[in-house]
């Protein structure tokens, strides 16, 4: 029985989702999108009919900027967090179903991964490779967020693999591949799904935390990018809202839509905890 | 017991290690000599190269450039764990240790204070909602900053910066002390200080009640539903006494063994609100550093962090048995 708290709060990821993308939706009707090349306007226009989110200083039109950062960030979000997920929840699967050695090995590794500090190692990346594409991005964050799916996957395999479905897969004769890939994950889905929205999230703030600082790709618009310029052309000291408040208000609108999101198909997933097994571990 | 231990310090040693070997992997795998181009571009800005020559020596005698890459990667490790992390490339004569040095203090402050209101503040809030029967103010409250640190501490120190140092302006928009004044031990100087930490402190210590918050909730309702507080009732204990003695004193140990957990994202988080705020901790320093290219502070600001923070989760970890009797040897998520 799904409950109705669980319904409201996707519902409600649904609706801050929709409010981050909607510069992307209904931009098109005000600017075109080569409005974001330089100098393609005056710089430091406030907000007009013409510019309905103002320019700033190197004359890109903060609207045009929104409709190609949007997408650009989501997808680093969508690559590094699926990624990390694919990555996470087979090893977790693994430990959690083949135990011993297996098990152990992939324990510690994670163990390791996470006391390592993942801003830290994502700035020597970024400071050494100067050029960094959107997919090289999303995959180096993906090697730094595995370890949260795995841990959650292998405590929900190893209460799985007890149960009398997979004694029954086993005296049939099927394979330990088989069992893993064809009996267990079709009952993790709720959980993976929760678990995606978590690592999107995560992959998310460590990719703009690395692009504030400067290091994110170079020839593409983020949303990340745009907050670093605008810090670095001292936007809020020039009075500039409309350059610094678009992508921050979005992002929070992101932010807010990928935790409702997550809450509401975590309880979905474990409807007794009532939604705070990601979020108390 | 004892090989727990064991199993503990193997864990801290392999991620030292890794660390280390991740940053040399990458230093000989970017393309370019990172010093010639770091010269170069000294150079065309007009930056002094006078200490280019020391610096090169440094770089030449740290990774053994002439020896094979085995020699190479010992003499780096060698060079590091004797605390030798090079000069500066924008302060020239100072080392790194000397930046970092400086920085250190201000960092741990903000991150100490930070901690410990966020601690206080979500225990309390959590620990009344769950207590409360029925509507409660602190249930609401648990609800609001749960959803708040669902947003990024920078995002957070964004809006609080303009709202409160820009619009209202009630608060300095950065630095740690107001310009010229008198760095004395006096009260003004308190308070300037007090001032200027008030609202990276509070960027910090707003995204991080929720999580204290929502999980004290949980642990208070275990809490209330054990006999000892059904005894507590029976006795006629007043409601006070029972929250204080009975109900917070058990639910506030497994609060303080998570209080390290997920240090190094809090760390990751600091240095984007220090940069925010050019607050004179490791972050500002760290963020100048990317923007001059001072590529060895870059280095050692990041081993820095990585070995705080696994000494840190080491030390917790280890005291985990020790603070919680009830924990004998593994963590409770395991």
């Known amino acids: ?281 | 017991m004892f090989r727990r231990i064991l199993n503990r310090l193997l864990v801290f040693c392999l991620t030292v290690w890794l660390a280390l070997t991740v940053n040399f992997a990458i230093v000989h795998l970017t393309p370019a000599d990172p010093i010639a181009g770091i010269l170069g571009r000294m150079g065309s800005r007009g930056q002094s190269v006078e200490g280019g020559n020391a610096i090169v020596e440094f770089y030449r005698a740290t990774f053994a450039l002439d020896q094979p890459l085995i020699v190479q990667y010992f003499s780096y490790l060698r060079n590091l764990l004797s605390g030798n992390l090079g000069y500066s490339l924008s302060y020239f004569p100072q080392t790194v240790n000397d930046v970092l040095l400086r920085a250190i203090p201000w960092s741990v402050g903000l991150l100490v204070t930070s901690v410990a209101i966020a601690f206080v503040v979500g225990n309390l809030v959590g620990a009344l909602g769950a207590w409360q029967k029925g509507r409660s103010i602190f249930k609401v409250l648990t609800y609001i900053f749960m959803t708040i640190s669902a947003v990024p501490f920078y995002l957070l120190a964004l809006i609080l910066l303009y709202v409160l140092a820009f619009r209202l302006a009630i608060f300095p928009t950065g630095g740690s002390f107001s310009i010229g004044s008198a760095r004395d031990f006096s009260l003004a100087t308190a308070l300037d200080f007090i001032h200027h930490a008030a609202l990276p402190v509070l960027s910090i210590s707003l995204g991080l009640v929720g999580f204290w918050a929502l999980s004290m909730r949980g642990v208070m309702t275990t809490v209330l539903g054990q006999d000892y507080i059904a005894y507590a009732r029976v006795k006629g204990l007043s409601e006070k006494t029972m929250f204080t003695r009975y109900g917070m004193r058990n639910a506030i140990l497994p609060q303080v063994t998570a209080l390290a957990i997920d240090l190094g994202q809090l760390i990751s988080g600091q240095v984007l609100v220090e940069a925010i705020f050019n607050y004179p901790g490791v972050g500002t320093v760290l963020f100048n550093a990317l923007r001059t290219s001072d590529y060895f502070v870059i280095q050692g600001v990041v081993l820095f962090i990585v070995l705080t923070v696994s000494l840190a989760m080491l030390i917790v970890d280890l005291a985990y048995p020790l603070i919680d009797p009830r924990i004998t040897g593994q963590r409770a998520e395991r």
């Open chain 1, 1 to 281: 029985m799904i409950d109705k708290t669980a319904i409201g709060s996707v519902f409600t990821g649904l609706v801050f989702l929709l409010l981050a993308v909607s510069p992307v939706i209904f931009g098109p009707l005000f600017v075109e999108h080569a409005a974001a090349e330089m100098f393609s306007g005056i710089p430091n226009l406030p907000p007009s009919a013409e510019h309905p989110l103002g320019t700033q200083s190197e004359g890109r039109d903060m609207l045009a900027i929104m409709m190609s950062g949007i997408p650009a960030t989501l997808s680093i979000g969508l690559i590094g967090g699926g990624a990390a997920m694919l990555v996470g929840s087979t090893l977790g699967l693994l430990a959690g179903y083949l135990g011993g050695a297996v098990d152990a090995t992939i324990r510690t590794a994670a163990d390791v991964m996470l006391t390592i500090p993942t801003l830290a190692v994502l700035i020597l990346v970024g400071a050494s490779f100067p050029s960094i594409s959107i997919l090289g991005m999303g995959l180096i964050i993906a090697a730094t967020a595995w370890m949260g799916p795995s841990r959650v996957i292998r405590a929900q395999t190893l209460t799985l693999r007890e149960r009398e479905f997979i004694r029954i897969a086993k005296l049939s004769d099927r394979n330990w591949f088989q069992i893993v890939f064809f009996e267990l994950v079709p009952n993790l889905i709720p959980i993976l799904s929760a678990l995606f929205v978590n690592a999107v999230a995560t992959a998310m703030i460590a990719t703009i935390g690395l692009e504030v600082l400067g290091l994110g790709p170079r020839n593409t618009y983020t949303l990340g990018n745009t907050i670093y310029t605008a810090l670095y052309y001292t936007a809020m000291w020039r009075g500039m809202w409309w350059w610094w408040a678009p992508p921050v208000v979005v992002l929070v609108a992101l932010f807010l839509a990928l935790f409702f999101l997550s809450k509401g198909l975590d309880s979905i997933a474990n409807p007794r905890i009532g939604g705070a097994s990601l979020w108390r571990s």
